[in-house]
């Protein structure tokens, strides 16, 4: 691995990870304050997330174990936050419906 493609395969590592938090972030605010605006804006940073996820399968020099990985935690954090969503709101109507 050289220094270049160092320095590029941890940007686009770095860019991986703060595009899916903005996504789960953007998705949660979007969600509780009902603006279906902000969830849109959370799915294209979601989409930045996994197209960052296919550069680093195809352009980095990293073994294929670590691809793979990458790829996995990118389908991965597309089903994180509507299933804790989704979690909580059953969580808090039972709350709710019990006396």
């Not at 990293?62 to 990458?70: A, V």
């Amino acid at each position: 691995m050289t220094a270049a493609s160092l320095i590029e395969t941890a940007l686009l590592l770095g860019l991986f990870v703060l595009a899916g938090g903005a996504y789960a972030g953007l998705y949660s605010i979007g969600r509780l304050r009902a603006r279906p605006g902000w969830v849109r804006i959370g799915r294209l940073c979601y989409a930045a997330a996994f197209l960052c996820a296919v550069a680093v399968g195809t352009m980095t020099p990293l073994d294929i174990e670590w691809k793979l990985l990458i790829l996995a935690s990118a389908i991965a954090y597309a089903v994180i936050p509507p299933l804790t969503w989704r979690y909580l709101e059953r969580l808090h109507t039972h709350e709710e419906l019990e006396p």
